[in-house]
């Protein structure tokens, strides 16, 4: 007890303020000793060099990433990690990083927790990624299975028409047939000169409608 006593004793003494001041130098002090190279593991990508512990990179990234990732490129290579309010963040970069995340196995990587608050309110749940890897390695297989239909096949069931059939508005005689519904018609504002219009070209253009007869 004679111990702890003199170091209490000491810091009881102390003011609040100085005592949160002291606090916080020994955590920024700790978090500085602890990113030297002899307590790093060489299996892991280097960590962005951070003073606070828990803020780590989260202030520079927030104001420019592009500007952050190209700038710790260049200083730690394609692979690094940096500190994301707590959280230790692996970016990946380059060609080599690319084929990684894309192409990586499922040990290495989980599209699954990336993708699923994206992808889950478009298609719904238990497809596509809110779903388990061997379920939605099923669906892709059906998406790449090639169609029973092919194009010919479909031409032939289902011809193309080769002429469009005659509108009742192209003709005169069916504009008159057809008038009096049109008249009716909540959406014409002004149907008697409408009416008139279509009329006039019809005369001007007696060639298209004898073509269209």
């Known amino acids: 007890m004679g111990l702890f006593s003199a170091v209490l004793d000491p810091l009881s003494a102390l003011p609040i303020w100085a005592l949160v001041l002291s606090f916080c130098a020994l955590t920024v002090l700790t978090n500085v000793l602890l990113?030297?190279?002899?307590?790093?593991?060489?299996?892991?990508?280097?960590?962005?060099?951070?003073?606070?512990p828990f803020i780590g990179s989260t202030i520079p990234y927030g104001m420019d990433p592009f500007k952050f990732f190209f700038a710790c490129r260049e200083k730690y290579g394609d692979v690094f990690t940096f500190i994301l309010l707590g959280k230790k963040t692996t970016v990946c970069l380059g060609t080599k990083g690319n084929e990684f995340i894309l192409n990586g196995k499922?040990?290495?990587?989980?599209?699954?927790?990336?993708?699923?608050?994206?992808?889950?309110?478009?298609?719904?749940?238990?497809?596509?990624?809110?779903?388990?890897?061997?379920k939605l390695m099923e669906q892709k297989k059906v998406c790449l299975q090639p169609s029973p239909v092919s194009a010919s096949k479909l031409e032939q069931e289902h011809p193309i028409p080769q002429s469009q059939p005659n509108s009742p508005l192209t003709r005169t005689s069916s504009v008159r047939q057809v008038w009096p519904d049109l008249r009716s018609a909540p959406f014409l504002r002004n149907p008697d000169s409408i009416r008139s219009r279509v009329l006039r070209c019809q005369d001007a253009h007696p060639a298209s409608s004898a073509g269209n007869d």
């Open 35 to 52: 990113q030297l190279p002899i307590f790093r593991n060489p299996h892991e990508p280097p960590l962005v060099f951070h003073w606070v």
């Open 106 to 134: 499922l040990k290495d990587v989980n599209a699954e927790e990336v993708y699923t608050s994206l992808t889950t309110p478009v298609f719904g749940k238990d497809v596509v990624y809110d779903c388990p890897n061997s």
